[in-house]
């Protein structure tokens, strides 16, 4: 995704419009939800039963964008591993979206700490990736 941002894959006009495309993406969301007010998302799902993961470009209102990341090793089509790809985006929305955020704040990488704890306890989670990086 940084790749494409960059415009390292792909002509600028070519990555306008696959950006713009991926905008429009007409499957669940599932780092989507945890965005505030304004954000907009360019991502890409995916899930093949015992895993599900969610990569996106996401834009603040502000005009500041970052890069985030997970995916979930689960149960076979567990929807527990839905809810807690939404918290881990919320998380780091919440640390991202601050004003002024130095990048010398942000841990390494970003992955947030303050999520349910119900969900994580009930899920028999064999790996969790995340990541987030300021773009």
Do not use: C, H, W
């Amino acid at each position: 995704m940084a790749r494409i941002n960059q415009g390292n894959l792909t002509s600028g006009r070519s990555r306008d419009r696959m950006l713009e495309i991926m905008e429009r993406t007409e499957t669940t969301p599932l780092l989507k939800p945890g965005l505030g007010e304004g954000a907009t998302i360019a991502y890409k799902t995916g899930n093949i039963g015992s895993m599900i993961a969610d990569v996106g470009l996401i834009s603040l209102p502000k005009g500041k964008r970052y890069i985030a990341a997970v995916m979930v090793n689960r149960p076979f089509n567990d929807d527990r591993a839905r809810e807690l790809i939404t918290q881990i985006s919320r998380a780091a929305y919440r640390i991202l979206a601050q004003p002024d955020v130095p990048p010398s704040s942000l841990p390494d990488p970003a992955i947030p700490t303050q999520m349910d704890p119900e969900i994580l306890k009930n899920l028999p989670i064999q790996s969790v990736e995340a990541t987030a990086k300021r773009g």
